[in-house]
């Protein structure tokens, strides 16, 4: 389920005879909930958390949440096709940790973090550094960095600012 709330601030404006009006501004920030499943990847259930709440601080347009009515579920794998995620890059999405790509030193928290990525919209760039979270698997097994840059942070943003309507499921291979 996604969730969709509207924070709104409180405007006062001072009438002519000293009245007061309260109202909600007209800026108000649309905010919507993604809701996550673990329970299929037992052996990383603190590694999604935290790699979540590394997206959550540093987006305010979309949380990831844990529990409700998950549009987003993790998987577990051992087959060596390497972690993936089938998405439509809008909040729906199975996502695939593949055990043997930890076991080569892959940072599990930094495949999460990737894979949660491709859910809020975000490609891979491979030639990327380090310092983005949708370079994946291409700096290598001493990448560790599980917290997405500015720019990624900002395109999460900019996907997520008024809610982010449907598209047709795609697999992202990694």
Request: proline share 5%; glycine share 10%.
């Amino acid at each position: 389920m996604i969730v969709r709330r509207v924070l709104a601030g409180a405007l006062v404006a001072v009438l002519p005879a000293g009245i007061q009006l309260l109202g909600a501004t007209a800026n108000a920030a649309e905010v919507t909930t993604l809701y996550y499943s673990s329970a299929g990847a037992a052996d990383y259930l603190a590694q999604i958390d935290q790699a979540a709440a590394n997206w959550n601080a540093a987006v305010t347009d979309v949380r990831l949440v844990e529990g409700g009515s998950a549009t987003i579920v993790f998987h577990e794998t051992d087959d060596g096709q390497g972690s993936y995620t089938n998405t439509d890059g809008h909040g729906h999405g199975d996502i695939y940790l593949d055990k043997q790509q930890v076991e080569e030193g892959f940072a599990p928290t930094r495949i999460a973090a990737h894979e949660l990525g491709h859910n809020l919209g975000l490609p891979d760039d491979y030639p990327g550094p380090c310092s983005e979270i949708m370079s994946g698997h291409g700096p290598g097994t001493s990448c560790t960095n599980a917290v997405p840059d500015a720019a990624e942070a900002a395109k999460v943003q900019q996907n997520w600012a008024n809610g982010f309507a449907a598209a047709a499921p795609r697999q992202i291979a990694h």
